[in-house]
C-alpha cells in the first residue's frame, strides 16, 4: 500500500483466508478482523460507523478494470448509467 512516505510492504499473517472482496467485506462487517478493501465497497459503512478506516492516509494500489458491454447496448440509459458512474468514480 501506499502512506504519506511512500510505498510500505506488510507481511500478513492470520488464521482466516478469503479470496473474494465479498468475503473480506462480510468478515469485516461481523467483526473477524482487519481488511483492507476499496473505499468504493465501503464508504456507506465507514458513513454510518459500521466499519472504521484504521489507516485513512494509505491506499491500495491502483488495479486495472475494464467494463465490457455490447455496443448496441450502450444506448440503453441504464447501462449507459452505470458506464459513467464508474468512469467518473475510477477514471480511465
Known amino acids: 500500500m501506499t502512506g504519506p512516505e511512500g510505498e510500505v510492504l506488510v507481511d500478513v499473517d492470520g488464521s482466516m483466508v478469503a479470496n473474494t472482496?465479498?468475503?473480506?467485506?462480510?468478515?469485516?462487517?461481523?467483526?473477524?478482523?482487519?481488511?483492507?478493501?476499496?473505499d468504493a465497497l465501503v464508504q456507506r459503512d465507514l458513513q454510518e460507523g459500521r466499519l472504521?478506516?484504521?489507516?485513512?492516509?494509505?491506499?491500495?494500489?491502483?488495479?486495472?478494470?475494464?467494463?465490457?458491454?455490447v455496443q448496441d447496448?450502450?444506448?440503453?440509459?441504464?447501462v449507459r448509467s452505470f458506464v459513467e458512474y464508474a468512469m467518473?468514480?475510477?477514471g480511465r
Do not use: F, I
Open 21 to 38: 472482496s465479498a468475503g473480506l467485506y462480510q468478515a469485516a462487517c461481523a467483526g473477524m478482523g482487519v481488511v483492507m478493501l476499496p
Open 52 to 69: 472504521v478506516a484504521l489507516l485513512p492516509g494509505y491506499h491500495l494500489p491502483r488495479r486495472p478494470m475494464n467494463l465490457l458491454y
Open 73 to 78: 447496448r450502450y444506448r440503453l440509459p441504464k
Open 88 to 90: 467518473g468514480l475510477w
